[in-house]
T-cell receptor, first 115, second 111 residues
Framework: GAVVSQHPSWVICKSGTSVKIECRSL??????MFWYRQFPKQSLMLMAT?????????EQGVEKDKFLINHASLTLSTLTVTSAHPEDSSFYIC???????????FGPGTRLTVT | GENVEQHPSTLSVQEGDSAVIKCTYS??????FPWYKQELGKGPQLIID?????GEKKDQRIAVTLNKTAKHFSLHITETQPEDSAVYFC??????????FGQGTILTVHP
């Protein structure tokens, strides 16, 4: 399967600050990337879909101005949590899909804690 | 939109026994059904998947069956080992991307 990395693996930030999470595809070109959020002992919830070179599509209920997604190249997508609050504390996971492929391969996740 | 129900929420078996996890979906247009294994603090790992034109798929100790008429699919793990202990998620999608996940099953394999 594809190799996906995320950085950082965990981050602690203060309320009101912004945090950027990077998602990289290490061995193939990812035209589409997905960002998920997972609360403790819960399932994965899709936040947004991004296509290389275009704006992300956000799921209902996800604030696009709060969760900024950039997919500037076929190997890198970033999620910026702006003005973070304690309720944004969660496990954020990205996944990559290849061209015309149903298969998604997930990154190792980033644990965000907002104090 | 799609809705996926997964059962059971927890499953405890003895090493060597079989484990079965079942999922139902609501959107008859769904045509891709992957299963993921997630270990604590890690991202989900794709372990097997099936498409709607196939009724069953097997990969060593893992198999998945699909019943499109009844809109349910199942994961079967035979000869379970302690390292199979993890959270397992099913998912479904009617289109490229946008996976809808089940609630997850915590599988514990006792040595």
């Amino acid at each position: 399967g594809a190799v996906v990395s995320q950085h950082p693996s965990w981050v602690i930030c203060k309320s009101g600050t912004s945090v950027k999470i990077e998602c990289r595809s290490l061995d193939f070109q990812a035209t589409t990337m997905f960002w998920y959020r997972q609360f403790p002992k819960q399932s994965l919830m899709l936040m947004a879909t991004s296509n290389e070179g275009s704006k992300a599509t956000y799921e209902q209920g996800v604030e696009k101005d709060k969760f900024l997604i950039n997919h500037a190249s076929l190997t890198l997508s970033t999620l910026t949590v702006t003005s973070a609050h304690p309720e944004d504390s969660s496990f954020y996971i990205c996944s990559h899909a290849g061209l015309a492929s149903y298969e998604q391969y997930f990154g190792p996740g980033t644990r965000l804690t907002v104090t | 939109g799609e809705n996926v129900e997964q059962h059971p929420s927890t499953l405890s078996v003895q090493e060597g026994d079989s484990a079965v996890i079942k999922c139902t979906y609501s959107d008859s247009a769904s045509n891709y059904f992957p299963w993921y294994k997630q270990e604590l603090g890690k991202g989900p790992q794709l372990i097997i998947d099936i498409r709607s034109n196939v009724g069953e798929k097997k990969d060593q100790r893992i198999a998945v069956t699909l019943n499109k008429t009844a809109k349910h699919f199942s994961l079967h793990i035979t000869e379970t080992q302690p390292e199979d202990s993890a959270v397992y998620f099913c998912a479904a999608t009617p289109s490229y991307g946008k996976l809808t996940f089940g609630q997850g099953t915590i599988l514990t394999v006792h040595p």
